[in-house]
């Protein structure tokens, strides 16, 4: 069993940033395939990043890419979602996800393939 916390959400302005940080606790991040999605008021859950468990390989969603990155200490635990030029369209909250079954250099979109979820955390994106 692992424990995700999200941390870093919080009110920012059109075109401002924010870092989003994903704690583990039970387990150790390197074991997983790691994700990022968001779910808008009246929307589904929706893929926004994805790190392989070695690190070495990443995968961001085409409504957030050039804008959004994602990595991680694997050492250390957290992984991070650094969020630059955010709009309103990206308010939402944002859940932090680990993939126990992928292989080494899985960056897997679906929600069916993580295992464990944190419990999300709100970004709202208004002047």
């Known amino acids: 069993q692992v424990w995700l916390q999200e941390i870093g959400g919080g009110l920012v302005q059109p075109g401002g940033s924010l870092r989003l940080s994903c704690a583990a606790s039970g387990g150790t991040i390197s074991l997983y395939s790691m994700g990022w999605f968001r779910q808008a008021p009246g929307k589904g859950r929706e893929f926004v990043a994805a790190?392989?468990?070695?690190?070495?390989?990443?995968n961001i969603a085409d409504s957030v890419d050039g804008r959004f990155t994602i990595s991680a200490d694997m050492i250390g635990n957290p992984i991070y979602l650094q969020m630059d030029s955010l709009s309103p369209e990206d308010t939402a909250v944002y859940y932090c996800?680990?993939?126990?079954?992928?292989?080494?250099?899985?960056?897997?979109?679906?929600?069916?393939?993580?295992?464990?979820w944190g419990r999300g955390t709100q970004v709202t994106v208004a002047s």
């Open positions: 996800a680990a993939a126990r079954r992928t292989n080494p250099s899985s960056t897997t979109t679906n929600p069916a393939d993580y295992d464990y």
């Open positions: 790190i392989s468990r070695s690190g070495g390989y990443t």
